[in-house]
T-cell receptor, first 115, second 109 residues
Framework: DAGVTQSPTHLIKTRGQQVTLRCSPK?????VSWYQQALGQGPQFIFQ???????QRGNFPDRFSGHQFPNYSSELNVNALLLGDSALYLC??????????????FGPGTRLTVL | GEDVEQSLFLSVREGDSSVINCTYT??????LYWYKQEPGAGLQLLTY?????DMKQDQRLTVLLNKKDKHLSLRIADTQTGDSAIYFC?????????FGQGTELSVKP
């Protein structure tokens, strides 16, 4: 049973460019959440997708957008990259209705460096 | 908004017990979690506790929850060098997880 997978592993971009990160959830999960983890910090919630719609959003600008596909996989897009967007981007999957326990399983992350 | 605080560093000797502490502000959190992150890796879910419990034990791990003081702790018995990592406390904030800044555990042989 494959866990949460993310691609690519590492990415280097320059300021102003756009980037797309991809995530496949754990088998049987239907909800995908994205988090940004800056160096030395805890993960910060970006947004969550369920039934192909954004259900919750954290305190991130509109430059951050996403998508969920019918097979539950998801993409995170970031436009007009800033130096401050350099971070580890983590995808987490969960089961929407799991008796209240929002147990989230994380992928290995995508390390984004903006130069 | 919800805030989760952790001490930044903890150093112990191999074989000792480690206790990592966490405080949070939102008393409505129903589940509270502990994650482990090794260098260059994602987050591994270690254990969780439901808010109506005071304690949960899972092999070498013991979670204690004091709801009155909004204090959560993770005790690792017989700490090994392989336990060296960053440990994150997280609370369930309406479907999203809110994390502390992480405690770096260093285990010396």
């Amino acid at each position: 049973d494959a866990g949460v997978t993310q691609s690519p592993t590492h990415l280097i971009k320059t300021r102003g460019q756009q980037v797309t990160l991809r995530c496949s959830p754990k088998s049987g999960h239907d909800t995908v959440s994205w988090y940004q983890q800056a160096l030395g910090q805890g993960p910060q919630f970006i947004f969550q997708y369920y039934e192909e719609e954004e259900r919750q959003r954290g305190n991130f600008p509109d430059r951050f957008s996403g998508h969920q596909f019918p097979n539950y996989s998801s993409e995170l897009n970031v436009n007009a990259l800033l130096l401050g967007d350099s971070a580890l981007y983590l995808c987490a999957s969960s089961l929407r209705f799991s008796s209240g326990n929002n147990e989230q399983f994380f992928g290995p992350g995508t390390r984004l460096t903006v130069l | 908004g919800e805030d989760v605080e952790q001490s930044l560093f903890l150093s112990v000797r191999e074989g000792d017990s480690s206790v990592i502490n966490c405080t949070y502000t939102d008393s409505s959190s129903t589940y509270l979690y502990w994650y482990k992150q090794e260098p260059g890796a994602g987050l591994q879910l270690l254990t969780y506790i439901f808010s109506n419990m005071d304690m949960k034990q899972d092999q070498r791990l013991t979670v204690l929850l004091n709801k009155k003081d909004k204090h959560l702790s993770l005790r690792i018995a017989d700490t090994q060098t392989g336990d060296s990592a960053i440990y994150f406390c997280a609370v369930n904030g309406g479907g999203k997880l809110i994390f502390g800044q992480g405690t770096e555990l260093s285990v010396k042989p």
